[in-house]
């Protein structure tokens, strides 16, 4: 057994969330899952408590999952969750590098400055250029800037007129108030998941979609599959997640007619893919990553005291 006391911030219940927790315990002997919903911050002390449990006396914490869904209240269940690394305690990944990708315009943009390849993007608040953005696309995906598994994302077509479109535009800047618009890019029936773990790759599987969804995600429909990625392509997913700081993600990628394209840079990464697409247990693995870092964290520290 290892004496750290580790705990997972995710849902209570759901499978990569449990999973996680269960490897942490038979390594280390403690358990301990967190709903950021039930955390309170004292701001004069500054500690996060969990009911009975002080957030600042643990060893690190593992963020699973912020939330069910994306949204601004997740950003700010990362900013109480940073006032824990200002006490030492190790955060896998840090919430200032999770908070980059919640929201989708601010992740984005941050390929985007790296040189990262991507579908032509346009982002207003204008409904005429909007209008204009899906002429020159011909075809275009609207897209919340707080969504995951392709949740409220609507696909809009210039041949639908403008009429039409005005209509799902007013509606949707009603709801959201930016339009973050994408060209639409034909998938091939698929998009593949690249895992990556303390910065290293670790594989890849695709997402198949099933002929009845515009989209891939098993949210709609799709299957993982087994992807043998080319080193070019490594390369690519390696140079996506290198614009941030994340113990473990998945990058997104679609395979074009003009060649490949990133949609996006998980915040937290799936386990689901990694197993059932390559047979990897990708929660054991960072489960071992997280304990390997802070047991070179506590043999450096005894190291500087003698």
Known sequence: MINKRIAVIGIPGKWSTEVLANHLEQRTGYRCVIDMADVVLELETGELLYRDTLLNALDGVIIKKISETYSPAADDRLRMLKTLEGDGVRCFSSPSQVGR??????????????????????VTESTDAALEAIQAFGKAILKPLYSTKARGMVVLKAADGVKANTQILNKFKAKHGLFYLQKFVNLGGQDLGMVFLGGKYLCTYARVGDDKSWNTTI????????FDASPELIELGLKAQSCFDLSFTTVD??????????????????FSGAQKGCGIDAAEKLCDY?????EAETVETAEAGE
């Open 253 to 270: 990628i679609a395979l074009t007619d003009e060649g490949p394209v990133v949609f996006e840079v998980s915040a937290f990464g799936g």
């Open 290 to 294: 997280v304990l390997s870092q802070l």
């Open 219 to 226: 949210h709609s429909g799709g299957k993982y599959r087994t």
């Open 101 to 122: 990708l919640i929201n989708r315009l601010e992740g984005t943009a941050a390929l985007a400055s790296g040189g990262v390849p991507l579908p032509a993007t346009r």
